[in-house]
């Protein structure tokens, strides 16, 4: 992220529609637009149509696609093979972990989860300030 100014664009897919509100109001205290997803095949319908994601929140098990299954599709693609994926789910175990981050997954969390750790990561991965103002390499 060159301008400091700019806002990024975060996808959050959670079927759980508590936990996409509580990620949505914690990321818009920052430099963050977000869009929420309650499905898998709505979150890639949305990420193949918008003009601009500069990171995807994916929680693992969502109806008719996974968050795996999601992972792997926009991972297919060429023009994200770069975009920033974090997995969230629940129920995480060493093999959902392993397949994520083969599959491509930046990051791999687990529920319940810091809203302040998790705006530092996305913070980090999108090159936006931190809560304090602070710009991570």
């Known amino acids: 992220m060159t301008d400091s100014t700019r806002v990024c664009h975060i996808l959050v897919a959670d079927d759980e529609p508590h936990i996409g509100r509580i990620i949505k109001m914690k990321l ?4 963050f637009t977000v869009s929420l997803a309650y499905d898998g095949q709505e979150a890639l319908d949305f990420v193949n149509s918008a003009e601009r994601v500069d990171l995807v929140l994916l929680d693992l098990m969502m109806p008719k696609l996974s968050g795996l299954d999601v992972l ?3 991972r ?3 023009k994200f093979k770069a975009l920033p994926c974090i997995i969230l789910t ?13 599959l491509g997954a930046t990051e791999f ?3 319940p989860f810091s809203p302040k750790k998790l705006y530092a990561l996305v913070a980090r ?13």
């Open 76 to 78: 297919e693609q060429e």
């Open 109 to 111: 969390l687990t529920k």
């Open 90 to 102: 629940a129920g995480g175990d060493a093999k959902h972990e392993r397949d994520a981050l083969e």
């Open 72 to 74: 792997r599709l926009i």
């Open 125 to 137: 991965l999108t090159g936006a300030p931190d809560e304090a103002g602070i710009i991570s390499e």
């Open 28 to 31: 818009e205290q920052g430099p």
